[in-house]
């Protein structure tokens, strides 16, 4: 069975529908990108894998049960989203914050366990985090935020786990190294992975699969290869550029023409 | 881990010590001066005959334990309001729990103010208090309707909150104005409950608003979990696995009945609800689950310190100790506005 399966979805806000007849499989152990231009519902995508957008047609399938079916901690239990912008209120400590992704595990008056600090130091290592736990979120800098973020999603410990441009803010070597977790984590221990990314080339190096969205339609969905082409890649961005060899990996390398 | 959290509760304690105290000296001022030996004695061995046991046990203790539940229930109430809204200007009073509990009070003082003696008869306090969670929640409905409406983005719309809160207080205030003003012979009674006082309360009060506050109180805390995952917006909270809108009409539901029934028994009592949660959040962290039960004790220590000068300022005459506590917690408002204005620069 496929981990996730998206049928003709049309989906999207009271006023306005984002997504339009969308469809996609899933599968689990694989690196998924959607890459597209802005606004064209790579985001809504992902909000309609956790029900939070109005679903006007067609079906989203968790493990073959429908999405709008599950109670929020069932969702909450498959699938972890790491958002793109979150504000919090009140300056909890990173460690705090995530201990929370545990919520979903620990139910809402139990408290969290050993093993939960277990999985939450875990997290917090993977991400790079262990030093600042201590740190409140409101004095740690952009791009820490956004591993905090990445490490409650992690604690999650869901089969899917869903990031919404993870490496927006990070430096490089930070870039680098979640997106070689998300890989690792994915393809040891059969995460299913979707990301949505703005740099091509990133996506490029690291999915192993593509969905390239235009205007609320899969304009391509393959490999690397077989998505990312000169035509194409002008046509849905609507500016020149050249596809490239890439020096180091057999993967396209994406350079705009000026 | 374990341990960092246990240091946490252990610095709940100092809290839990300065309402002790609190009560204390507000058992041992006013009037008539007891002695804490007096004190000791007459609460192992209280005797009918002895006037110090009688003020002990018919006039101090009620007073103290009242006030202290009335604190307490506020503090906690401010920070269920402050945490289901995401905001931290957030209380009782700004969100219209309080006037619509005090227009729920009045109109219940004026049905039954054919009646002798208004407050004193035993079977008045449950319409007192009934009309008043009634009032409060109706304000409070209201006042959520109109926000969720205006709601455009995805963030809750915290200016249309605190604006419809204001707008809706300033009406229910103003409801309650005219109803003192076409009822001239009430005007007094009136006026005297809504500037809020622990003046003449007796076991009686205690007995029907305290079950109701420790009630809504220890729902609250509960809600603790729920209330941290608030925090960090409602489209966060879903995906942890939080349903959003069940937990909040829970919280708002408790926290009225809290503030409804702290209202009812003692008036209205401004500023304690929004300055206990903050002054707690900088000691202990903003988590709930420590957060709840320290801002009750500094709520509770508050208000007894509150109550206890506003009967010793101008003794014999009273302040009633919504003047007091409103005089206290003015400029740590003002001084919490101008702080957020300093962070934003």
């Known amino acids: 069975m496929n981990q996730i399966e998206i049928e003709n979805v049309s989906c999207g806000y009271s006023q306005r529908e984002v997504l339009k007849q969308i469809s996609l499989c899933i599968e689990p152990g694989k690196v998924l990108v959607l890459l597209g231009p802005n606004g064209s519902g790579k985001t809504t995508l992902l909000r309609a894998l956790f029900n939070l957008v109005i679903i006007n047609q067609g079906k989203v399938l968790l493990e073959g049960q429908a999405v709008n079916e599950l109670s929020r901690k069932q969702i909450a239990q498959k699938l972890a989203l790491s958002p793109q912008m979150e504000a919090p209120q009140w300056p909890m400590t990173v460690e705090e914050t995530v201990q929370l992704g545990r919520s979903s595990h620990r139910g809402w008056v139990q408290p969290f366990r050993a093993e939960d600090t277990e999985i939450v130091e875990t997290a917090l290592q993977q991400t790079g985090l262990a030093e600042l736990s201590q740190r409140r979120i409101t004095e740690i800098s952009g791009g820490e935020w956004r591993r905090t973020l990445i490490a409650r999603a992690l604690a999650q410990q869901t089969k899917v786990l869903c990031l919404d441009e993870p490496t927006t803010g990070l430096d490089l070597k930070y870039q680098v190294e979640i997106l070689s977790l998300i890989r690792n984590l994915a393809h040891e221990r059969d995460l299913t992975v979707i990301l949505t990314l703005h740099d091509l080339n990133l996506a490029s190096c690291f999915a192993d699969q593509i969905v390239l969205l235009s205007q609320g339609r899969i304009a391509a969905s393959g490999t690397g290869e077989e998505v990312l082409t000169e035509e194409r890649l002008s046509d849905v961005y609507q500016t020149k550029v050249k596809v490239l060899p890439h020096p180091e990996y057999q993967t396209p390398f994406i350079v705009p023409v000026l | ?345």
Do not use: Y
Request: net charge positive; with cysteine; hydrophobic share 55%.
């Open chain 2, 1 to 345: 881990m374990q341990s960092r959290q246990l240091f946490l509760i252990w610095r709940i304690i100092p809290l839990a010590g300065f309402l002790l105290v609190a009560l204390l000296v507000g058992i041992h001022w006013g009037a008539v001066e007891l002695s804490f030996s007096e004190i000791r004695q007459n609460f192992l061995n209280p005797s009918e005959d002895s006037q110090m046991s009688l003020i002990l046990w018919e006039i101090r203790l009620p007073r103290v334990i009242l006030a202290a539940c009335v604190g307490g229930g506020l503090a906690v109430a401010g920070a269920a309001f402050q945490g289901v809204f995401r905001n931290p200007l957030a209380d009782p009073f700004v969100i219209g729990a309080s006037t619509g509990a005090a227009l729920g009070a009045t109109i219940a003082l004026l049905c039954l103010s054919g009646s002798v003696s208004i407050l004193s008869a035993t079977w008045q306090i449950p319409w007192l208090i009934l009309s008043a969670f009634i009032g409060a929640i109706l304000v409070v409905g209201v006042v959520f309707i109109i926000a969720a409406l205006s709601q455009t983005g995805r963030n809750a719309p915290l200016l249309t909150l605190i604006l419809a809160g204001m707008a809706l207080s300033s009406f229910t205030g103003a409801l309650v104005s005219l109803i003192m003003f076409l009822n001239h012979e009430m005007l007094a009674t009136i006026f005297n409950w809504l500037l809020g006082s622990f003046s003449g309360r007796h076991w009686n009060e205690i007995r029907l608003a305290v079950p109701v506050i420790l009630f809504s109180g220890g729902l609250i805390w509960l809600m603790s979990r729920p209330l941290d995952l608030l925090s960090f917006g409602d489209e966060t909270a879903l995906t942890l696995g939080l349903a959003t809108g069940k937990f909040r009409v829970i919280i708002l539901v408790a926290a009225t009945m809290c503030t409804a029934a702290c209202v009812a028994v003692s008036g209205v009592i401004g500023f304690l609800g929004l300055m206990a949660p903050h002054m707690t959040r900088i000691m202990l962290g903003p988590r709930h689950g420590l957060l709840i039960p320290g801002s009750c004790l500094l709520g509770a220590g508050l208000m007894v310190m509150a109550d206890t000068l506003s009967r010793t300022v101008i003794a014999p005459a009273e302040i009633p100790v919504g003047i007091v506590t409103a005089m206290m917690g003015c400029p740590f408002f003002l001084f919490l506005l101008i702080s957020r204005g300093q962070q934003t620069k």
